[in-house]
């Protein structure tokens, strides 16, 4: 007869392993109940727990995979059904039905499935994730032998395979890696499917398993455990099963976990996926070694470079230089080695430089210099060799300021790597543009260390100038070179910031430029660097019409180093043709001009319409002659796509004319539209000396819906005479720049300010 369906089990929202080995404890006895309460036998059937409880890792919110498994000839297999006169097979069906309802009246998610030790088997062929599974496979309840066989059968017929499911396993891996990327240097990564995450470690497990290479080591279990007291604690803050960790929630966990801050949950994180990370590729390299014929046993050393061979496809030490005090470059020689061969460090050459290393001589010797820059020059193969330095302690040896940005969080929604993958992805990107400058050297170590003054009080430019100017000094550069590098440091945002945020048309803003840059060669060093900076920081920080701007500011700034010559081209709305008809609109590819007859509220009429067919404005250009009022506009469509022209066009010639209800139509989006927490907004002015004939106001605000159209209403409604104005957005972040014509006195000033600022404020 059946018992009665055994009660719902309360499990722990802990984080840690007590709180994991609870819930598994709670869940193993109470699944046992359910196995009995439903008639399972004692014999010919199993229930097995695979996957995270298999593993005993489970997390509040897991879901459970069972396995009900049956040996089909065992008599014991039918005792549920077996006076119907069906077939085992039928009869395990039936009692795992049972089995499976009363999980999901108990509210938990399940992945389940019955089979016999043969099946099992046969699928595990076909299905890396069974086979896996089928390694971490564990009783709840029923036929210890049963489970004991197949166990048996499953890691014999995965070492037998391994040789062709390893191959394919690593292609899976290498694709889940590409989708996900890497935990490491991600500021909302996913702590199971991304690089270094908890997936890995069971691959690495499977690796084990198969005899190619060593399972987990020590630092690596410490690793994967920290991951699991994140996944732990994300899964109580967020109250279902997620695995990304998003910056919304980093206080929560760090407040579950004991951490003290957002901040260090990140560094935790990073640690822990670098140390499991580094473990995949050393397993892998082992599984390419094993699998490869022509890589066992002896293999020829060829010589790479001084002191360095490569070895079964691995850059190794030259037996000369394994002395106990080896030369201090060595390190250094050996990544430049490395990078430039395209190959990876042997795990054993790097313990042993790491533990033998000599700290460097002040200042570097040359060849070490050299070596650095050799590296930092060598493309994308650097990545990977400098991370494998970083793990064994070679970086820090080579620059001590390296230990503090290390793992270090971005605190900007547009960045997606962390501070240290960040500088030594700009490096690479920087590479990339060697033959733009006449010192490539330069562009890839200042790529390196231009935010190295971030976690710093203070503006980072600022700060961090002087740490590079050390670091280079330290390096042995000349003076010259030493202060190059602490001036492209202090200015590597000029020109991003100045062409995004100041009018290009005003001769007081490419004088300002030009003087603060002073040569030639340094603005073509800050104008690579800042294209590096731009596609090492993420797709949100960049644009073609940010390229273009810097690109125009550059090329007023180098004519007027050249010649001396300040004053650019016009407005590009005084450059336009008088219209025949007004109002009249013109649009171009990303591109808006309206000419109509001047009076107040046309930036306002022309940025509102222009939201409403979901077109951000990059920059704003305004002419006023005669009784006519010209605007260009740059635009870009905030979510891509095609722009109906006519639509734009028709609406834009309303909203002049004040036949359009921008303000209402802005106004029933944004209370449809999804509100999210936004920080007070500011308002800077800048110096009188930062534009001719004007005062610039600068807002820093979130981006909402309409901004622009408020903001500009309310300059107009306060009488202030808008002469041009610069849209700069990064992220969920703006800073607008309007130039107001005339100076404004103080009192001016509060009231403009005060109207701005209501105007800006979150509803």
């Known amino acids: 007869m059946t018992q009665p369906s055994a009660p719902v089990p309360v499990l722990s929202t802990g984080a840690g392993a007590v709180a994991r080995a609870g819930r598994s404890a709670v869940l193993d006895a109470w699944l046992a109940a359910v196995y009995t309460s439903t008639g399972g036998p004692a014999t010919g059937v199993a229930l097995v727990a695979v996957g995270g409880l298999g593993r005993r890792e489970c997390a509040p919110r897991s879901d459970l995979d069972l396995v009900l498994l049956h040996d089909a000839e065992d008599p014991a297999a039918a005792s549920g059904d077996s006076a119907s006169g069906d077939p085992a097979s039928a009869s395990a069906e039936a009692l795992g039905t049972r089995i499976w309802y009363q999980i999901w009246d108990a509210k938990f998610a399940l992945d389940h499935s019955t089979r016999t030790p043969e099946q099992a088997l046969a699928l595990a062929r076909e299905d890396l994730k069974v086979a896996l599974g089928l390694l971490d496979a564990r009783l709840i309840a029923g036929d210890a032998a049963l489970l004991a066989r197949l166990h048996t059968d499953a890691v014999a017929q995965w070492r037998r395979e391994a040789r062709h499911l390893l191959p394919t396993l690593r292609t899976l891996t290498q694709a889940r890696w590409d989708s996900h990327g890497e935990l490491a240097f991600l500021l909302e990564g996913d702590v199971k499917e991304s690089r270094g995450g908890l997936r890995d470690v069971g691959v690495l497990r499977g690796i084990g398993f198969a005899g190619v290479a060593d399972g987990p080591r020590p630092a690596v279990r410490g690793a994967h455990r920290t991951l699991l007291d994140v996944r732990d604690a994300l899964h109580a803050v967020r109250g279902r099963r997620v695995d990304r960790l998003l910056a919304q929630d980093r206080d929560e966990v760090a407040e579950l976990l004991d951490l003290g801050d957002r901040d260090e949950v990140l560094r935790r994180i990073a640690e822990a996926a670098r140390t499991i990370a580094y473990a995949s590729d050393d397993a892998w390299r082992a599984v390419e070694r094993w699998s490869a014929p022509g890589m066992r046993g002896h293999a020829e050393r060829k010589p790479l470079a001084r002191d360095v061979v490569e070895q079964h496809g691995e850059v190794v030490l030259a037996r000369a230089a394994v002395t106990p005090r080896p030369d201090p470059?060595?390190?250094?020689?050996?990544?430049a080695a490395a990078a430039r061969a395209e190959l990876p460090i042997a795990h054993a050459t790097?313990?042993?430089?790491?533990?033998?290393?000599a700290p460097?001589?002040?200042?570097?010797?040359?060849?070490a210099r050299d070596a650095l820059l050799t590296l930092l020059g060598s493309g994308p193969s650097m990545i990977s060799i400098w991370e494998a330095c970083?793990?064994?302690g070679l970086v820090v040896n080579w620059l001590p300021e390296w230990a503090r940005v290390r793992s270090l969080p971005q605190h900007s929604p547009v960045h997606l790597f962390t501070v240290d993958r960040h500088l030594v992805e700009t490096a690479r990107h920087a590479a990339k543009l060697s033959r733009d400058v006449d010192r490539p050297d330069l562009l890839v170590l200042c790529g390196l260390l231009h935010d190295v003054g971030k976690g710093l009080p203070g503006d980072h430019s600022t700060v961090g100038a002087p740490i590079a100017a050390d670091i280079a000094s330290r390096l042995g550069l000349p003076p010259g070179d030493v202060a190059q590098v602490e001036k492209v440091v202090r200015l590597h945002l000029l020109l991003p910031d100045t062409a995004t945020r100041r009018d290009l048309s005003d001769p007081q803003t490419i004088g300002?430029?030009?003087a603060a840059v002073g040569?030639?060669?340094?603005?073509?060093?800050?104008?690579?660097?800042?294209?590096?900076?731009?596609?090492?920081?993420?797709?949100g920080a960049w644009s073609d019409w940010k390229g273009r701007l810097i690109a125009e500011l550059v090329r007023h700034v180098e004519r007027a180093l050249d010649t001396g010559v300040v004053a650019p081209p016009p407005s590009p709305a005084a450059a336009l043709p008088s219209p025949d008809k007004l109002p009249a609109v013109r649009i171009d590819t990303d591109t808006v001009s309206v000419t109509a007859e001047d009076r107040r509220g046309l930036l306002a009429a022309v940025a509102g319409c222009l939201s409403l067919h979901r077109l951000d404005v990059v920059t704003a250009d305004t002419i006023s002659a005669g009784g006519l009022a010209r605007m260009v506009c740059a635009v870009q469509p905030r979510y891509g796509g095609e722009v109906d022209k006519?639509?734009?066009a028709s609406d834009l010639r309303r909203a002049v004319l004040g036949e359009l209800p921008v303000a209402e139509r802005l106004a029933a989006r944004e209370r449809s539209a999804r509100h999210r927490s936004v920080v007070p907004p500011r308002v800077v002015w800048q110096p009188a000396s930062a534009a001719t004939a004007a005062t610039v106001l600068e807002l820093r605000a979130s981006d909402t819906p309409g901004l622009l159209f408020r903001v500009a209403q309310a300059l107009e409604d306060v009488g202030a005479d808008v002469r041009s104005a610069r849209i700069s957005t990064l992220g969920g972040e703006v800073v607008d720049a309007f130039y107001l014509a005339g100076e404004l006195s103080a009192d001016d000033r509060a009231r403009v300010q005060d109207a701005v600022l209501q105007a800006a404020a979150p509803a």
């Not at 460097?360 to 010797?365: C, G, I």
């Open 360 to 367: 460097m001589p002040q200042p570097w010797p040359a060849p």
């Open 512 to 514: 300002t430029v030009a």
């Open 350 to 357: 790097l313990e042993w430089l790491g533990g033998f290393a």
């Open 329 to 335: 470059t060595l390190p250094l020689r050996v990544a």
């Open 646 to 648: 006519e639509a734009v």
């Open 519 to 539: 040569d030639a060669s340094t603005l073509a060093v800050l104008h690579a660097l800042a294209r590096a900076d731009a596609a090492a920081t993420g797709p």
């Open 390 to 392: 970083d793990r064994y």
